[in-house]
């Protein structure tokens, strides 16, 4: 089934950017959705953006509206996030995820994490003052 392994994190100053990728195997044909998703500790893990594998239709939690941006390069089965305007707020592991479920699609609600089915192993950032 699908496997994927995310990279890209590190330490960055407030304002810097980071872009975090997913090298995915088998997503392209076997799921609706990629999503990225973020939990800092002590905190319930929270749908960040998620791209449709069809027509890529994007959507973002408002937290990160303007300063994130998911992308997918659907020939090379791998997921980005780019992140600009990175606030400390921005700190948290950021896992990649995929969905084989049609409501992953739904644009009238925020991203859920139920829908998800297959995760990666998570990349930490973490943003410092």
């Known amino acids: 089934q699908v496997q994927l392994v995310e990279s890209g994190g590190g330490s960055v100053q407030a304002g810097g950017s980071l872009r975090l990728s997913c090298a995915a195997s088998g997503y392209t044909s076997t799921s609706y959705c990629m999503g990225w998703f973020r939990q800092a500790p002590g905190k319930e893990r929270e749908g960040v953006a998620r791209?449709?594998?069809?027509?890529?239709?994007?959507y973002y939690a408002d937290s990160v509206k303007g300063r994130f941006t998911i992308s997918r390069d659907k020939a090379n089965n791998t997921l980005y996030l780019q992140m600009n305007s990175l606030e400390p707020e921005d700190t948290a592991m950021y896992y990649c995820?995929?969905?084989?479920?049609?409501?992953?699609?739904?644009?009238?609600?925020?991203?859920?994490?139920?829908?998800?089915?297959?995760w990666g192993q998570g990349t930490q950032v973490t943003v410092s003052s």
């Open positions: 791209i449709s594998t069809g027509a890529g239709v994007t």
């Open positions: 995820a995929s969905s084989s479920r049609v409501s992953c699609l739904r644009l009238d609600v925020k991203i859920v994490e139920s829908a998800y089915e297959r």
